[in-house]
């Protein structure tokens, strides 16, 4: 008797499972997908991480407002590292230990993110870093990935703008952060291969409020022009102490200058500066049959409209990061490891810095065709044209 209501009621289970079966039906694998953000939301670094806290929230707000991925709702758990690495360390620590986090957006930093490289390898979650150091992923870490455009092709075409304009000798200036430092790396390093000859290196700290003693001394030096390469405000101090001290040679930024603020805050010192940067920041001009055209004015006129400032490529990177992100949770749903093999193979997709051909040997995804010359023209971004 007992053996036959086992079986009865084994039976009656599969006739119940039956119908899950044919239609394909399945409950939902987690009531949300949680995504952990680090930005420097505060402190010197606020200028990039501001703009990414905000886009971050703009699009998962936009995703969930139209259902969620595969049904499932984005919940946000955004840190502010304050560009600290020692605070970064603990955000990490604490959205993977304690929120249980499916994947992590950030930092905003270069120097912020190698210091949890080592933390994020152990732990085995997906991590897209809003940085561009080359060392973030060069070797290829197997968690983590990045958008921003690397430095060594920033380095690239800025020298290659001075090889085609006749430039031979070039003085260097870098913040020391993880970002002005591996930069200052790149730089040193290309220079043969575009023929210049380095007649001046000096740094400055994030901190420092006075370049003059550093750009007398380069102006003692046969520099025919200078490569200021960082992300804190106080690169635009080197903008205005070249003014005063009547340096008249061309000055070059990184692509760590792309936030119209920066511009405001150097002023008329601002103007001729040259730097490499995404197409976002000069997204009018270019070509309507180009693959980029449709995102770039989506995301800034959706950014705009929503905070009433004008986009960054600092916020692109995070908005480059969330879609990329939404792609691979769409294929792997709530499996940490499926979502890093699925953003390796992401190909193809258009974003804010370009467009992103991820693979196993490379987690930047660009080449340096990413990249445009731009410059400041009466207080704008403008492309370069020569």
Same mark, same amino acid.
């Given at each position: 008797?007992?053996?036959?209501?086992?079986?009865?009621?084994?039976?009656?289970?599969?006739?119940?499972?039956?119908?899950?079966?044919?239609?394909?039906?399945?409950?939902?694998e987690?009531e949300?997908?949680?995504?952990?953000?680090?930005?420097?939301?505060?402190?010197?670094?606020?200028?990039?991480?501001?703009? +990414?806290?905000? #886009? @971050?929230?703009? /699009?998962?707000?936009? !995703? %969930? =407002? &139209?259902?969620?991925?595969n049904?499932?709702?984005?919940?946000?758990?955004?840190?502010?590292?304050?560009?600290? +690495?020692?605070? #970064? @360390?603990?955000? /990490?620590?604490?959205? !993977? %230990? =304690? &929120?249980?986090?499916?994947?992590?957006?950030?930092?905003?930093?270069?120097?912020?993110?190698?210091?949890?490289?080592?933390?994020?390898?152990?732990?085995? /979650?997906p991590?897209?870093?809003?940085?561009?150091?080359?060392?973030?992923?060069?070797?290829?870490?197997?968690?983590v990935?990045?958008?921003?455009?690397?430095d060594?092709?920033?380095?690239?075409?800025?020298y290659?703008?001075?090889?085609?304009?006749?430039?031979?000798?070039?003085?260097?200036?870098?913040?020391?952060?993880?970002?002005?430092?591996?930069?200052?790396?790149?730089?040193?390093?290309?220079?043969?291969?575009?023929g210049?000859?380095?007649?001046?290196?000096e740094?400055?700290?994030?901190?420092?409020t006075?370049?003059?003693?550093?750009?007398?001394?380069?102006?003692?030096t046969?520099?025919?022009?200078?490569?200021?390469?960082?992300?804190?405000?106080?690169?635009?101090?080197?903008?205005?102490?070249?003014?005063?001290?009547?340096?008249?040679?061309?000055?070059?930024?990184?692509?760590?200058?792309?936030?119209?603020k920066?511009?405001?805050?150097?002023?008329?010192?601002?103007?001729?500066?040259?730097?490499?940067?995404?197409?976002?920041?000069?997204?009018?001009?270019?070509?309507?049959?180009?693959?980029?055209?449709?995102?770039?004015?989506?995301?800034?006129?959706?950014?705009?409209?929503?905070?009433?400032?004008?986009?960054?490529t600092?916020?692109?990177?995070?908005?480059?990061?969330?879609?990329?992100?939404?792609?691979?949770?769409?294929k792997?749903?709530?499996?940490?490891?499926?979502?890093?093999?699925?953003?390796?193979?992401?190909?193809?997709?258009?974003g804010?810095?370009?467009?992103?051909?991820?693979?196993?040997?490379?987690?930047?995804?660009?080449t340096?065709?990413?990249?445009?010359m731009?410059?400041?023209?009466?207080?704008?971004?403008?492309?370069?044209?020569?």
């Open positions: 008797m007992k053996k036959t209501i086992f079986v009865v009621a084994i039976m009656a289970a599969l006739i119940a499972l039956v119908p899950l079966i044919v239609l394909g039906e399945k409950e939902p987690a949300s997908y949680k995504i952990g953000a680090v930005f420097a939301i505060t402190g010197p670094a606020s200028w990039l991480g501001e703009p +990414e806290r905000n #886009t @971050v929230v703009m /699009v998962a707000d936009m !995703i %969930n =407002s &139209d259902g969620g991925i049904g499932v709702p984005i919940e946000l758990v955004i840190e502010d590292s304050v560009g600290d +690495e020692t605070k #970064t @360390v603990n955000a /990490v620590k604490k959205l !993977i %230990n =304690s &929120d249980k986090v499916l994947a992590i957006i950030g930092p905003s930093r270069s120097g912020t993110t190698m210091a949890v490289i080592p933390i994020i390898e152990k732990a085995e /979650v991590l897209i870093s809003c940085a561009a150091a080359a060392p973030i992923v060069e070797p290829v870490k197997k968690w990935f990045k958008t921003p455009q690397l060594s092709h920033a380095v690239e075409r800025i290659g703008h001075m090889r085609d304009h006749g430039i031979k000798n070039v003085a260097l200036m870098s913040g020391t952060t993880g970002f002005g430092a591996a930069g200052r790396e790149q730089l040193r390093n290309l220079a043969g291969d575009f210049l000859t380095i007649v001046a290196d740094t400055y700290g994030p901190a420092d006075d370049m003059t003693p550093q750009l007398t001394k380069i102006r003692g046969d520099a025919e022009a200078l490569v200021n390469w960082s992300i804190v405000p106080a690169q635009v101090i080197v903008a205005k102490n070249m003014r005063q001290l009547g340096m008249d040679i061309p000055l070059y930024l990184s692509h760590g200058f792309g936030n119209i920066y511009v405001k805050a150097a002023g008329e010192a601002a103007e001729g500066i040259i730097f490499p940067a995404g197409r976002l920041l000069a997204a009018d001009t270019v070509s309507g049959s180009h693959p980029q055209k449709k995102v770039l004015m989506e995301y800034k006129k959706l950014y705009e409209d929503k905070y009433n400032e004008p986009v960054s600092f916020g692109g990177h995070a908005w480059d990061a969330m879609w990329i992100l939404s792609e691979a949770l769409k792997a749903g709530a499996d940490k490891s499926a979502i890093r093999d699925a953003i390796e193979n992401i190909t193809g997709f258009a804010t810095g370009g467009v992103f051909n991820y693979s196993a040997t490379d987690h930047t995804g660009l340096k065709e990413a990249f445009e731009l410059t400041v023209r009466n207080g704008q971004f403008v492309v370069l044209k020569d």
